[in-house]
DNA sequence: GCCTTGACTTGAACATTGTGCAAGTAGCGA
DNA sequence: TCGCTACTTGCACAATGTTCAAGTCAAGGC
């Protein structure tokens, strides 16, 4: 019988459990160690540094996103499938976003991803440089969606592992964002509309919104450049 | 003659200095002590925590941004402006993106540009949540932008602080990424039609493009709105 | 002019965490 | 059985956030 030994791909495994449920300071060698069965410094047989698993794991989990075909559904449809399932994908791994304000990723997996969308913004038209802006133009928008929800998950995460009195600290967070924003006529002027407000999220709906305005743009700009070329 | 005391404003302003030179892991409290000659622990007389002076720091800074007249200069000016200007203040000062990915922020300096920009989707014609729903699209747009921006500097910075050699690991790390971006067809294409890529940034004028996009499509949205209500 | 009080400052600690290093151990081929 | 390679372990150190008791300075009342 082998010894059972730890292998790289466990080892991003369980960085990824970690991860999602500690958030990325969350995450240490020790625990990380225990976690596994093994002492700490054991996982710097397999990887380089914590970084490095972090942009281990940080790869991974792109693989997670589906890759609709623009030809069968529509371009349209494909890229709305891709960004709504990168930002479900972010929203489940918010410490990603974190790491991606930090750390560059080349990794397979992104790159998969990265390529597919690519193929989306060509099917739908857009040639060359064009393609490479029109995706970066709604994966920009997805991930600073993203971004507000890693925030709150952090939030959350912290109040959650500090124990106690989380209720009151919300209560108390909100009621110090309330103050400062009736100070504001348009901020006021929401909060008096809506209450109930969450305590500094996007508002309702934007997402989809937003997602939705891009590619009217995006499809305007299509339509621009085929009557221009139909004109010549 | 008073002693002289260190004040709030002073440690916030030492703050912003020492984290745009250093980054968010690259601020420490015994460096801030020393640059404001006094013992590190003096700050906590002032401020509640490491984190409570990032917030503290991480407001400040959205007073950099100006707030154009929409009345004056047309809505869509004045949104391109306001985003222009988000977008570099969060590249001069990246270490804000990363702290928005797991703080949250309420403070008036923001709370002022939020509200401004509500006004700006306001002049431009959207009504209540569809003026925040606008705005929000726009601000997501630049935070994805500023996140890539800000994980290239915090390469370059961990490679100034490592010294030694630094072309050698980005030429490393481009030559890496590279060896897997050439297994995807679409990538493989990007890089040999411009092979001097930079090591993982947004295409050129990704930005001006997407921006234009998006406000393109909000101003569709606008028009047909107002179709509709003519044709009543 | 002294003294009390409260606003700050300091230095010494402690806990947590990433990581290097030398020594150990298990399995496998010879 | 020997030894080699692939891993694992425990110890140790350095960096860093934070606490706390003790100090120090300035201003105001007497």
Redesign the pocket.
Known sequence: ???D??TRDQIVQTAIELLDADGLEG????SLGKRLD?????V???VK???NLVVLAGDQVWDEIELPDPAAVGWRAAATSMATDLYAMLTRHPWLVQALASHLFHGPAKARHDDHSLAVYETAGFAGAEADQAAATVFMFVLGNALGESATAALTRRLSRDGGDAEGVIRDTMARATEVAMRFPRLRARIEAAPVADYGAAPDNSFAFGLRAILDGLEARLAARRVGRDAR
Chains 1, 2 share one sequence.
């Open positions: 019988m082998p010894r030994t730890l995450l240490n060698m020790r093994s002492a700490a410094t054991a710097y047989w397999h540094s914590k970084d």
